[in-house]
């Protein structure tokens, strides 16, 4: 049985004009492949109607698994809620749990729950609510879609409080080969371990240190044991040609 597959999708025009520094794939990332989810894709759109119901319908029909970022806060640029619904043939209603969530969060404080703050009580019809521990309004689930709020912070809170229920496979083996020699020098040799190893891929990532060169190869699969043979064979060919090599873990991903 093949591992669930997973998008990434980073909503806002903050993001796209640099304003915004994106952190949320890469932490996403990790925790899918902990997760034994495999992540195909993230792309990142701004905050134009046709642009997000176009690529969550696409994402939706690709993948097992979509989880966006932004759009679902108070202001008028905030359109991520109404565009799931249209992409899915949805109303959007004010939703009863969401709303008495957010009224026990402003009670006894001095921020007025306005009109653009109810906003956040508003859902596409039939989904699931998403917890937010940390600022109550809620995200949502609308068939394979998971929809969070753009704060890392929150979102990171919002994906633990799923994490249990979404489905899971064999996580990511990932280890690093470090090398005392150029890419271009092992290129052959990696090609080579890549293709002994059935389900392996081996990526190469050049460092340079004053004086000092070489490269990170980083072998990843999905059955441990064949990641780990062929991490070793790839050092022991590095070794045969006269350079260092050593394999090592990557974190999380044993």
């Not at 591992?3 to 640099?18: C, K, M, R, V």
């Not at 701004?46 to 696409?58: G, L, N």
């Not at 998971?146 to 633990?160: C, D, K, R, T, W």
């Not at 070793?232 to 044993?254: F, I, P």
Request: hydrophobic fraction near 45%; include cysteine; charge should be negative.
């Amino acid at each position: 049985m093949s591992n669930p597959t997973a998008a990434i999708i980073i909503i806002g025009d903050e993001i796209l004009s640099g304003r915004t520094k994106d952190k949320n794939i890469g932490w996403l990332a990790e925790q899918l492949n902990m997760q034994g989810i495999q992540l195909r894709e993230a792309r990142v759109i701004p905050d134009i109607r046709e642009v997000i119901i176009d690529t969550v319908k696409s994402m939706s029909d690709a993948v097992d698994l979509v989880f966006t970022s932004g759009g679902i806060g108070p202001t008028h640029d905030d359109i991520t809620t109404e565009c799931i619904a249209a992409a899915f043939g949805r109303k959007v209603i004010r939703h009863p749990e969401a709303e008495a969530r957010l009224i026990a969060h402003y009670t006894d404080t001095d921020i007025e729950f306005n009109a653009a703050r109810q906003k956040m009580a508003d859902i596409p019809e039939g989904a699931t609510l998403i917890d937010n521990p940390l600022s109550a309004a809620p995200g949502f689930i609308v068939e394979n879609v998971h929809v969070f709020a753009g704060v890392p912070s929150i979102l990171q809170a919002m994906f633990e409080g799923l994490r249990d229920s979404l489905p899971g496979g064999v996580a990511m083996t990932r280890l690093t080969v470090q090398c005392s020699i150029g890419e271009g020098t092992i290129a052959a040799l990696m090609q080579s371990v890549q293709a002994a190893h059935e389900g392996i891929s081996i990526g190469s990532y050049p460092w340079f240190k004053p004086g000092q060169f070489g490269t990170a190869a980083v072998v990843s699969g999905l059955d441990a044991d064949v990641t780990h043979a062929a991490a070793n064979t790839l050092a022991e060919g590095v070794q045969a040609m006269g350079a260092d090599a050593y394999v090592m873990a990557l974190a999380g991903s044993e």
